[in-house]
């Protein structure tokens, strides 16, 4: 099988890898941080990363899933905290009622669609 790479640039002296290759006749997932001592110089692998059978590429892809929709969700969290009501200006909380995109303040009982 033929190496397949991805590179995320982190800035000009570091980058990620992301390689699917084979070792010793098994595949191999890694995922490393490369840098170099000054931007025109070769990239050099560092001992940061993991190597992984191809196995469990799968359940890599689950958990960064899983991960990833509970960062979206905390995101959502806190930006529900942040809303406040435009003509009475109360907060949400016991203050709100959220339906679909409509929020209704249960201080004024002004109605408005809100957005995250
Ligand atoms: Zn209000």
Redesign the pocket.
């Known amino acids: 099988m033929k190496k397949i790479q991805e590179t995320i640039d982190l800035n000009s002296l570091n980058q990620l890898r992301i390689t699917v290759s084979e070792f010793q006749g098994k595949q191999r997932l890694d995922i490393r941080h490369f840098f170099r001592t000054d931007p025109t110089g070769e990239f050099v692998a560092t001992k940061k990363g993991v190597n992984v059978s191809v196995d469990l590429i799968g359940k890599f892809r689950k958990a960064l899933d899983k991960v990833f929709s509970r960062v979206e969700m905390a995101e959502d969290d806190e930006a529900m905290a942040s809303l406040k009501?435009p003509?009475?200006?109360?907060p949400f909380g016991d203050g709100m009622n959220i339906d679909g995109e409509m929020a209704k303040?249960l201080?004024?009982g002004?109605r408005w669609e809100y957005e995250l």
């Open positions: 009501c003509k009475c200006g109360e303040c201080a004024c002004h």
